[in-house]
């Protein structure tokens, strides 16, 4: 579809007439004089999480489980 089509569905377009973010390829983004893209705040916060995001929350839910099972076994075990 061309852009004229994506502006004639209702609901698939900003304000403006853009296209939202998640519908655009990478030639229709905004670019400068010298050719880098141009991206607003919101667009450019929309990173993926990596493999170290993933690391530390499993850490962290492995140090919790441990401290909760050795909280059980201290105080609550019969």
Do not use: H
Request: aromatic share 6%; net charge negative; charged share 20%.
């Amino acid at each position: 579809m061309d852009d004229l089509a994506w502006a004639a569905l209702p609901g698939l377009t900003q304000e403006n007439g853009r296209p939202f973010p998640g519908m655009q390829g990478p030639d229709d983004m905004d670019r400068d004089k010298s050719g880098r893209i141009v991206e607003t705040a919101l667009e450019a916060r929309q990173g993926e999480l990596g493999p170290s995001v993933l690391m530390l929350l499993g850490v962290s839910v492995g140090l919790a489980v441990i401290l909760m099972v050795m909280t059980w076994m201290i105080f609550f075990r019969t």
